[in-house]
């Protein structure tokens, strides 16, 4: 594995770090004082400016009550492609979603699959109908 692969591994488990910190509605101040650390410093985790050790990522995944493989999910596919970090709307939307009856995120969960179905035909025959 060259450096620039390693380098976009680290900046990969970097943003799922913040997507879970984010998930648990904690600041960077608040997890890095739990582990004994500056926010400056889990900032650059969360960039991937600074690599993570195993120890520590085990300790922030005992903090966050996840399991360590949690920061490598969905590796495999990113290599391909670059996934965006959360923002704060995509957050609280997952946060509501988590929080809601599991009958009422079947029905959203439906909801937004038929929306993204009919956009996705709507802006199909819109580019048809521009090359028509």
Known sequence: MNKKQLHAIDEYVGRQLRSIRLLRGLTQEKLAESINL??????????????????????????????????????????????????????????????????????????????SNKTNEGLRNEQNNDTN
């Open 38 to 115: 500056t926010f400056q410093q889990l900032q650059k985790y969360e960039r991937g400016a600074n690599r993570i050790s195993a120890s520590r990522m085990y300790q922030l995944s005992q903090i966050l009550g996840i399991s360590p493989s949690l920061f490598f999910d969905g590796l495999e596919q990113s290599s391909t492609r670059k996934i965006p970090a959360l923002n704060k709307e995509q957050v609280a939307l997952i946060q509501h979603y988590q929080e809601a009856p599991q009958q009422i995120r079947k029905a959203v969960l439906t909801f937004l699959k038929s929306m």
